[in-house]
């Protein structure tokens, strides 16, 4: 434990996602031993971000904006949503540029033991933007771990009775991985998404 602002810096830091109380520590460290313009540039880029970033009223992806730069695009699919978690899903399909429709960023998943149900997530601004537009087709674009699983289950038995169509995401083998290490479900996954070797 160290004393006042140092151990208190530590333990604001280690309240971050992903810092353990190791990281917190050598962070706290190299915030002291910055130079002082490099930490009043850091101090004004995260009062900036908090003051400018909102969600985008249409999709909820982070924006400068009252709507994000691909709901304002014309040139996008508006028959296609893809529905990811969070803003960042949205960076990681964009890399792709293999989908040209609009994004839902959910704000989550569903996790009882968090605390996190769907009342929590931005489905009901989903459903709305499903009832007042042209959308034929919802692609679910979770993670693929126990929670993004149970967040597109009850997003598939939902949208099911609305009539429009619900697609998932086809997931399997990483390309470079050896069948042996493949888990059952992942192996499995990669057995239904199957495709003709052919063409």
């Keep these: ?40 540039r850091l101090v004004t880029a995260l009062v900036t971000v908090k003051e400018r970033v909102k969600f985008c009223s249409i999709c909820g992806n982070v924006t400068e904006q009252d709507t994000c730069n691909i709901c304002r695009d014309s040139r996008r699919d508006p ?29 989550g998943a569903i996790n009882p033991i968090a605390g996190v149900g769907p009342e929590q997530l931005r489905i009901r601004e989903l459903l709305t933007r499903l009832n007042d537009s042209q959308i034929e087709e919802v692609i679910l674009a979770t993670d693929p771990n126990l929670e993004g699983e149970a967040t597109a289950t009850y997003l598939a038995r939902m949208l099911k009775t609305i009539g429009i169509r619900v697609t998932r995401l086809a997931s399997g083998l990483p390309v470079g991985g050896d069948l042996e290490y493949a888990d059952e479900i992942t192996l499995g996954r990669a057995f239904e998404g199957r495709r003709s070797a052919i063409g």
């Design 79 to 107: 028959t296609v949503v893809c529905v990811v978690e969070e803003s960042k899903d949205v960076v990681a399909v964009e890399r792709t540029r293999s989908f040209r429709g609009r994004y839902h960023v959910l704000g």
């Design 1 to 40: 434990m160290y004393e006042g602002a140092v151990q208190e810096l530590i333990d604001e830091l280690g309240r971050l996602p992903g810092i353990g109380p190791k990281s917190a520590q050598r962070l706290a460290f190299h915030i002291l031993e910055a130079d002082q313009d490099d930490i009043k």
